[in-house]
């Protein structure tokens, strides 16, 4: 079954810092993978996607996902956390039975 | 240009009441889908739309849930006798087509609290 996980409910991080958010699927066949962010009171927001070549992707506001392969990874990153980054972060798999979403990573970047 | 935009934004109801939520997608998407989104918990796809069919209505936690789509656009998710477990954030999403490498535009989101 396709299905979407991410380890950490929680990631907090110092303004400047490097930040990982962690995803990892499974999925038949050649995976779609996306990241949104749900920031407080609003809808969520694409940020980027994966779907063919280079196994690094560049999104919205400087973030950045790497796809692996063989771990079945789609780690999202970003060099340098911002405050106004703090929000909640939903990777997602797309396959032959549809989008499916994790449940979440709340991300918190303190000053 | 417009987005997604759900009605209404908040909806308390009784325990036993019907309550109906409202999707308009961006203009010319003809894929349209609906989750659900419970306090502390990830997103839980209900169904989803190509054009006014619903290939896959698996997703619907019960039968109590229902859903249509007229005109290729307007969708309405419909919710019958509701119980206080159905209280959570409704999200309606649109995408340009079925494929897989489209990214989805959610609306705001309908909050439902059955009391």
């Known amino acids: 079954a396709q299905s979407v996980a991410q380890p950490e409910d929680q990631v907090n991080v110092a303004e400047g810092n490097p930040l990982t958010v962690k995803c990892t699927y499974s999925?038949?066949?050649?995976?779609?993978l996306f990241w949104y962010v749900q920031y407080p009171n609003r809808g969520l927001q694409f940020l980027l996607k994966y779907i063919t070549g280079d196994n690094l992707v560049k999104g919205s506001y400087g973030f950045e996902a790497e796809f692996n392969k063989s771990q079945t990874s789609f780690h999202l990153k970003k060099p340098s956390a911002l405050v106004s980054d703090s929000a909640l972060y939903f990777c997602?798999?797309?396959?032959?039975?549809?989008?499916?979403f994790g449940a979440g990573t709340r991300l918190t970047v303190k000053p | 240009g417009a987005g997604v935009s759900q009605s209404p934004s908040n909806k308390v109801t009784e325990k036993g009441k019907d309550v109906e939520l409202r999707c308009d997608p961006i203009?010319?998407?003809?894929?349209l889908y609906w989750y659900r989104q419970s306090l502390g918990q990830g997103l839980e796809f209900l169904i989803y739309?190509?054009?006014?069919?619903?290939?896959?209505k698996s997703g619907l936690p019960s039968d109590r849930f229902s859903a249509e789509r007229t005109g290729g656009s307007v969708s309405t998710l419909t919710i019958q006798r509701t119980q206080q477990e159905d209280s959570a954030v409704y999200l309606c999403?649109?995408?340009?087509?079925?494929?897989?490498?489209?990214?989805?535009?959610f609306g705001p989101g309908t909050r439902l609290t059955v009391t």
């Open positions: 997602a798999v797309r396959g032959g039975e549809g989008m499916r």
């Open positions: 999403a649109s995408s340009p087509g079925l494929g897989g490498s489209y990214e989805q535009y």
């Open positions: 999925v038949s066949g050649n995976p779609y």
């Open positions: 739309f190509q054009g006014n069919s619903a290939p896959d």
């Open positions: 203009s010319g998407h003809t894929a």
